[in-house]
Each structure stands twice: as structure tokens, then as C-alpha cells.
């Protein structure tokens, strides 16, 4: 008789948090408000993407609920992804655009990770872009064989951040000449010291966000582009070597591929753990709605940002293997 009425205790209590995880997604989002928090500053790559997303993801979510685009710089990323497994809302109405080195600070630095990246659940990426290493014309680095025999001084905003990694990674791997000056409060800030003629270069930034936040002279007048990091090259970079292309023998290449698979979440969108299924769905299919609505398509060629979308499905498996990789193969 006990044992009947305790479960029947536990069934009770139960209830709300039952029903909750059972409610239909649009009844769950109506009136409701999603914070769509960006791990960087105000106004680079991240914040462009993430606040484009913002704008358009109310009308293709269930209940169109308002969407607040919120920032949380801090530590390479590294803040928002603890803030996001510890203390964020599990119930679906908080997304995160992540860093993409965070796969690497999890991998290397387990002390310092206060998240695990496969417990999130993964919405998509917006984009796929490709990684570049650039110099300064008046540096007269013209090639990545340059930085092979004579120090080039690059800008960085932390050790974590991805313009801090690439150069060191290429340095140690590769043999690589670059000079890094960490402390830099942002990409922007970085290339105002390049016009300045404090640093040569920058490693590690985005070349759809360049382009769209910097424009087309980048490349006629101001830079030169040495190398690119990613899974593919971008179609107007062809004739820049891929970060894999250096790998003089098969463990260097699976280290460089590693690097080069953080720009699959170079504009990733995750929930946070333990957020119903269906609720999950609903957010996958409607991050797919998003990035193929006409309005938002428009207003991305508009600022000249590329949209090369990656399912959130793919995203879960990818982040899943980045964060089992082997500590010792990618810190040779």
C-alpha cells in the first residue's frame, strides 16, 4: 500500500514538468521571448550573423515568440558556453551562437571547460567560411612560403580566440615564422593596428565577415591573403593553399584537419541540454525555414554575407567527434 501510494506521490509531483516537456511547440512559444545570445562584441562576424537571425527567426518558430539577440563576449566564447550549460533556461527559448574554438578549449584545456559541446543540442550553422591568414601589402609578406622564412607580427585577441590558435598552430606544426600579439579587444581592433602598422597581419578571420564588414578593397589595396583554413576553399580564394595542403605527412594532416573543421561552426546555433525532442525539432525546422526565407536572403546579399546553411542533425554528429578527438593528436 505504501509503495502504491509513494509512486503515486511521484507521479503527481511529476505532473507539471510531464506536461510541460509534452506541450505542443506552438502552444509552448506563444508569448513567449527567446534570447539568441552572441558570444562576441557588438558589430564582428558573430553579432552581423546572429542578429540577421534574430530578425527573422520569430515567424518561422511556432507560437512566433520575439526574438532578443543578446551579447556575452567574455574568454574566446568560453563565458557564454558556461553560462549556457550551467545556468541558461533548459526549456528551449535560449540559443547560442558559439566560438568556434571551443571544440579545441574543451579538447585541450577539460579543467577550464565548463561545458560539454555534445550535451548542447544543435540547431545549425549559418555559414561555412572559410578561415584566412592575411599580411599587410605594405608588410611585403606575399605568400605563406614568405612566413616560412622571416617573422611576420600578427594581432590577436586572446590565446583561445581562433586568430590566436591558427599562428601558433602553423608555428609548431608547420615551422612557421608568425609573432603573436595577444590582447587585442576585437577583430576591428586588430585591423585598425595593421593600418596603424603595430602588427603586419591577423590569422583565423572570417573571409565572408571580412568581405561583408570590410569590403572588396580588402584584397585590391590592403591585404594579402596567405592562406585559408576549412574544408574547402572559397571560390574566390582558389588560388590560396588550404591549411591541410602544408601536412607533410599523415598525423600533420589529421592535427590541420581538426583546425580546419571548427569552421563548420564558424556561425553554429545550439540549445542548451535536456530540451524536449519535439521541442528540438521545431527549432532544426525552423532554423531551415530561416536561412531559405526569401526576406532574409535578400537582406544577407544586401550586406554581401554569405548563407551556407549546415542542418542541425550534421552539426550534432560533427561536434560530437570534434569533442572526442584525442588530446595528443592535435598538440603534437
Partial sequence: MWRTCAAALIIAAAGPQLALAQQDPAEFYAGKQVKMICSSDVGGGYDVYSRLFARHLGKHL????????????????????????????????ELLMVVQTLPMVQVTQAGKARFDLGAFN??????????VFVASRSSGVRSIDDVMTRELVVGSTSPNAIGGILPDVTNRILGTKFKIIHGYKSGEAIEIAMQRGEVNGRAGASWSAMKALRGSSLRTEEINVLLQAGNRKEPDLMDVPLLTDLARTERERAALAFYSGMTALARAI???????LERVAALRKAFDNTLADPDLIAEAQKSNLEIRPLSGMALQDLVERMTRTDRALILP
Fill in 62 to 93: 511556432p507560437g512566433r515568440p520575439i526574438v532578443l539577440p543578446i551579447n556575452m563576449p567574455g574568454a574566446a566564447g568560453v563565458t557564454a558556453a558556461g553560462y549556457f550549460a550551467n545556468s541558461a533556461a533548459r526549456n528551449g527559448t
Fill in 122 to 131: 544543435w540547431i545549425g550553422n549559418m555559414d561555412e567560411s572559410a578561415n
Fill in 270 to 276: 545550439a540549445t542548451t541540454p535536456e530540451v524536449p
